[in-house]
């Protein structure tokens, strides 16, 4: 997964290798495509170097660079697959003068893609990339061939199914399908919390947020309360979510969260989440407040499908009575909502169903 919200195109390995081929350079980029023991780098990590011994990111914890040297990742015109590893029995030699990998008899098998990899595909998968939308490279480990797949493409059979786990679960692997061994490198954007109201209930929940992996931003234009001092550390905008969307657009991997209890503060972003599609919506408030918010959405121009997906009461129900524990329902439900994205089609659809005959009576 990606470690920021916005690509560090200064420091990214695929955004760097799209720059040196259009400077004409030869690139070798260096994938991990699995691992054994305590390999120090995740499967799907990038190393990528060019004909002068430059490079950027990272295959290891610096052992097994020196193994993508220019002179061998530029020798053959054919992406290929190599072991790099302290021992192992199991697997070709490849060892290496590590100690700490010997101790820990840990090993990565990599795969090295020489300077003529598709430059179209690389650059279609960093555009992907810099919008926040989510892309599988699926690259065929026996001839080489890659292909990009976004996240809605439909493929089919088995290989369908693995695609659409990955872009679920974010995590990279090589799988077995229609008798041939792939490698799906996944490009989820990573997850973001954006939180309406600076009250009790954002004061627990961002640093949860932030522990579970979620940047955190707050918008409330009530300056008494979003003030420096109750969110510490933490991305705060005294401002209507009006003008702070403008420059901030909601997105399909951003999970908002509104907690006001103002209608003047929370439809707006409300609404502006339904068109964003985005993978979590929640709304403090009891179901008789609640209603009386479908009835203003509606108005608004929301679809009973678009209000279906909206949580409220927000949070998973846990009997949650302080804002701690209000904020740790609210965490969970969020992060079972990324880790379900698409399976929650039927239950969207019953509920649009009762929202529907409770505005007709």
Known sequence: MENSIYLDEARDPLIIAEGWMKDGKDVAIATVVETWGSAPRPVGSHLVIDAEGNFHGSVSGGCVEGAVSPRQSMSSTAARQRCWSSVSPMRPPGRLACPAEAASKSMSSGWVRPGTMDPYALKTLNAERRARRAAILVTDLGDGRDRIVREGDQVAGDLGAAIAKAFRSGSSGSVEAEGRTFFLNAYLPQPRLLVIGAVHISQALAPM????????????????????????????????????????????????????????????????????????????????????????????????????????PIGLDIGAASPAEIAVAVLAQAIQAFRS????ASASAQRSESILEKHDA
């Not at 407040?289 to 959405?297: G, I």
């Not at 994205?341 to 929650?344: D, F, S």
């Open 209 to 312: 947020a932030k522990i579970a992996g979620f940047p955190v931003e707050i918008v409330d234009p009530r300056t008494a309360f979003a003030t420096a001092d109750r969110f510490p550390d933490v991305a705060l905008h005294a401002e209507w979510p009006e003008d702070v969307l403008k420059r901030q657009p909601l997105d399909s991997y951003t999970a908002l969260a509104a907690v006001t209890h103002d209608p003047k503060i929370d439809d707006f972003a409300l609404k502006a989440a339904l068109d964003a599609n985005c993978f979590y919506v929640g709304a403090l408030g009891s179901r008789k407040t609640h209603a009386k918010r479908v009835e203003r959405l509606l108005a608004l121009g929301a679809t009973a499908d678009q209000i279906a997906r909206i949580h409220a």
């Open 341 to 344: 994205r698409g399976l929650e």
